[in-house]
């Protein structure tokens, strides 16, 4: 089979990245960064006490970087690292509280992230331990499991992976609608991002859980402040 059945034929419908992922993501953080500092600017507020969330997130940016450092030699794209991009997820997550606040959303998706993470790095290694970039992995899990049994029992590496890039894009895609609009409610902005990524694959006991918590989520001020960007005058 070709790629995109290999890969966007299982269990979901939005294209699950091509050879260009990584650079998507370390794309959009520092693009979502840049965006960050600009906002912070309008705060004014001179504190410094939150620098350390600024240097999780450069480190955040590095990591990405990694996950996607090697080139293709037909035509020069980046190519997307499993492990490295598993990694970097599982760092993504360490700013969950800043973004969503310190509530049981956050604990819930967090967890999900760096458990669906870990379990797809650990089965990988024991099943492809010579699988180094995403597409690698997924035709060695096929050429094990075929698609259907992966599909039955999605206790699984892909699925897992599956999950992990979920979540990934959730946080990305929220941050990415919060500095793009001016509106000190951040309720919009984390509504549409779950609506887009996660939701269409959550029950409705987890979705309503989610609807609830969200109301829970810091304004746009408070948000940039806990991200470490409140000390720009």
């Not at 997550?93 to 509530?103: K, M």
Request: charged share 20%; aromatic share 8%; proline share 3%.
């Amino acid at each position: 089979p070709d790629r995109s059945f290999r890969f966007e034929g299982l269990l979901i419908k939005v294209p699950l990245w091509g050879s260009e992922t990584c650079q998507m993501s370390t794309l959009k953080i520092r693009s979502s960064s840049s965006l960050l500092e600009y906002e912070s600017r309008q705060i004014g507020n001179n504190q410094t006490k939150f620098l350390d969330k600024r240097s999780e997130i450069d480190r955040t940016i590095k990591i990405f970087q990694r996950a996607s450092a090697e080139k293709s030699k037909i035509n020069g794209t980046p190519i997307p690292l499993f492990e490295e991009f598993c990694l970097a997820a599982i760092q993504l997550s360490n700013l969950f509280p800043a973004v969503l606040g310190d509530n049981y959303l956050c604990k819930l998706l967090k967890d999900d992230l760096v458990n669906n993470a870990n379990f797809a790095l650990s089965i990988s290694k024991s099943e492809s331990p010579n699988a180094r970039s995403v597409e690698e992995l997924l035709i060695s899990q096929l050429n094990i499991h075929t698609l259907e049994s992966l599909k039955i029992n999605q206790h699984n590496a892909v699925v897992k992976f599956l999950w992990t890039v979920r979540a990934v894009q959730f946080i990305l895609l929220f941050i990415e609608n919060m500095t793009s609009n001016l509106d000190e409610n951040t309720d919009l902005a984390v509504r549409d991002a779950y609506n887009r990524t996660l939701r269409p694959y959550h029950g409705w006991v987890k979705t309503g859980i989610a609807m609830m918590a969200f109301k829970l989520v810091p304004n746009k001020t408070n948000l940039l402040r806990s991200l470490g960007y409140s000390d720009l005058g």
